[in-house]
């Protein structure tokens, strides 16, 4: 994958401290174009810190980083997604008062908008842009299989169906880059299997790159095309996925000695 | 529901059948009491409540947009009535004699609801930064605020224009000219040009606002930022603009309702608009049910109609007020009741 010109995300030297505790250290990442990249580790090893740190929900301490060839210093939550990064949550975060529909179609917030004022008045500009809104949402929950359930409040949604309502809801912000954090956790192997045609599909339909932290290593080795492993907010391995299955440090990391 | 075609069908379908719910209630209100006007079957009491019962409607309504979607406690919605009392009673002052009473009363309600909707983006500023109990606390602060300084100015107007003072000081007053708001003791020879009919036409207008925005791009915003403030921001929502779009357009009622009750009364003085009328509004969007406009719409004419029914009991009438408002608190939140409806719901859909 190395061949390719640039990366859509280069993370260079990127660490955190919070106090005394160093929860990331030196990471260095780089991510292409249309790529499904995991980051795996054990339990504590930092990899939603690192989440955090490339959503700016954290500052990092050192080390910068670089999406579309723009530095992300200074930027904010807001202007991160504005700028084409979404994200999953490992614990589900939706609006669980709204809608399934409604979620996803509040996601188009900075794709398609219209004035408070056309809204008031309904002024043509509202019908037009609403259509718009609700055709895309509805190919979003086709896509994710949640379109019998647009109607239902998202809080009443089976377990399962909220983590792909999570990824719909993302996608619907028109990212060029995704970020999955445990987007199988909870899952039979059947959802799974689902989930990671829903991933590929993804990828391949809106042509974007995907970054995903998961414990599930059938759905890990089955898509990740590359796979980095932390270890104490530290980098231990980088490769293909047979590589990392062969990494004795690896291992060492998961098994223990 | 859902497949049901024709105009019937488009008013009663999930989306709409609130609003037109509500649009139904108050079109049938304002008929019936109309013509119960016009046969001379209101009593003098229940006639003048009237106006008041509008004012207090526009208001609660404002109020849940801002307690109930957007979810920030506020205890402050009277000091937002007071300024668009002032300023209306100002405004509707100033024009007498040159603009005719039905114009003059909508200029009145228009400039009252910007001046308030202004006063509150700039008590927004400061207050939005907190969340919870802190942001209830400090609009509760600005209330009592806001109500100190009208108390304690002084406006007039003459033929050179409009002079202000927040000292007792003695205008040098021209020809004809007379004071608007005489410090603590308010706002005196006010010409009443409220009506019910106005009234009833800014409570539609209120529901239109705030049902609109519900169910479009800024609504949207609104519910998510008060639903999951942190998956609100990761998919670029801007909190802080949401926030106080809502405690903007919320005060803005609350000035225009404001507006209204000033003009309805000969005399008005700002003490009216202590925080117990910012609590009394909050109970009537709380007991009807935060986020239900139906529900406001009733508990503020139950609410509201209540003590001056109770009146015949005296001394008694607080006391018998206060347990009704227990024993609704009761039947609302009793489980039993409340699935028993949910399943009723649930048959009928």
Do not use: W
Not at chain 2, 22 to 39: G, Q
Not at chain 2, 161 to 181: D, R
Not at chain 2, 283 to 296: A, C, P, Q, R, S
Request: hydrophobic share 50%; charged share 15%; proline share 3%.
């Amino acid at each position: 994958m190395s061949t390719k010109a640039t990366p859509i995300l280069e993370v260079k030297e990127l660490g955190i401290d919070f106090g005394g505790l160093t929860a990331v250290n030196d990471l260095d990442l780089a991510i292409y174009d249309k790529e499904i990249v995991g980051l795996i580790g054990p339990n504590g090893a930092g990899k939603t810190t690192v989440f955090n740190l490339l959503t700016k929900v954290y500052k990092p301490t050192r080390g910068s980083i670089f999406f579309d060839g723009k530095d992300t210093a200074g930027k904010t939550v807001v202007d991160i997604n504005k700028a084409g990064i979404a994200r999953t949550f490992q614990n589900i975060r939706l609006f669980n008062n709204l809608t399934v529909l409604d979620n996803v179609r509040t996601a188009y917030h900075n794709n398609i908008r219209y004035s408070p004022v056309e809204a008031v008045f309904r002024l043509p500009g509202y019908y037009a842009k609403e259509r718009e809104i609700e055709g895309k949402s509805r190919e979003l929950l086709e896509i994710m299989e949640l379109g019998q359930y647009a109607e239902v409040t998202a809080g009443n949604l089976p377990y399962g169906a909220q983590r792909r309502l999570e990824i719909a809801r993302a996608m619907a912000t028109e990212p060029k880059l995704l970020l999955l954090d445990e987007p199988a956790a909870g899952m039979n192997p059947q959802e799974t299997d689902d989930l990671m045609r829903m991933i590929r599909f993804v990828r391949d339909h809106f042509e974007i790159a995907v970054l995903l932290i998961e414990h599930d290593m059938q759905l890990v080795m089955g898509i990740c095309e590359r796979i980095y492993v932390l270890n104490y907010g530290m980098l231990l391995a980088q490769g293909v996925p047979a590589e990392i299955q062969a990494n004795p440090d690896v291992i060492k990391a998961y098994l223990g000695d | 529901m859902e497949n049901k075609k024709g105009i019937l069908g488009y008013l009663l379908n999930n989306r709409h059948r609130s609003r037109t719910i509500s649009y139904t209630m108050v079109a049938a209100a304002y008929i019936l009491l109309e013509i119960l006007l016009k046969t001379g079957n209101l009593s003098n009491l229940f006639t003048g409540l009237l106006v008041p019962a509008t004012c207090y409607l526009v208001a609660a309504i404002g109020l849940n947009l801002n307690v109930g979607v957007s979810g920030e406690l506020n205890l402050g919605q009277a000091g937002f009535m007071a300024v668009g009392a002032f300023s209306g009673v100002c405004v509707s002052g100033v024009l007498a004699g040159t603009v005719p009473p039905v114009l003059r009363l909508i200029l009145a309600i228009i400039i009252g609801m910007l001046l308030t909707a202004f006063v509150g983006f700039l008590i927004g500023i400061p207050v939005l930064k907190l969340q919870g109990d802190y942001l209830a606390i400090v609009t509760l602060a600005f209330g009592q605020i806001v109500m100190n300084l009208i108390m304690n100015l002084y406006v007039a107007f003459d033929s050179t224009g409009i002079k202000f003072s927040f000292v007792e000081s003695k205008f040098t007053l021209g020809e004809g000219g007379k004071y608007l708001i005489n410090g603590p003791m308010g706002a005196t020879g006010t010409e009443r040009i409220a009506n019910f009919t106005a009234g009833t036409i800014l409570v539609i207008f209120a529901l239109v606002v705030v049902y609109n925005l519900i169910y479009s791009r800024s609504g949207r915003a609104i519910m998510a930022a008060r639903d999951n403030r942190i998956a609100a921001e990761s998919i670029g929502i801007n909190i802080a603009k949401t926030k106080m779009m809502a405690f903007v357009i919320s005060a803005a009622l609350a000035g225009a309702a404001g507006a209204l009750y000033g003009l309805n009364y000969s005399t008005m003085v700002a003490s009216k608009f202590d925080y117990n009328t910012s609590i009394l509004i909050l109970v009537y969007v709380v007991l009807g049910g935060l986020g239900n406009f139906n529900g406001t719409l009733i508990a503020t004419v139950i609410l509201f109609l209540l003590p001056q029914l109770l009146r015949g009991l005296q001394d008694y009438r607080m006391l018998i007020y206060a347990v009704v408002l227990i024993l609704i608190m009761l039947i609302t939140n009793n489980e039993f009741l409340r699935t028993k409806a949910a399943s009723l719901r649930k048959k009928k859909a």
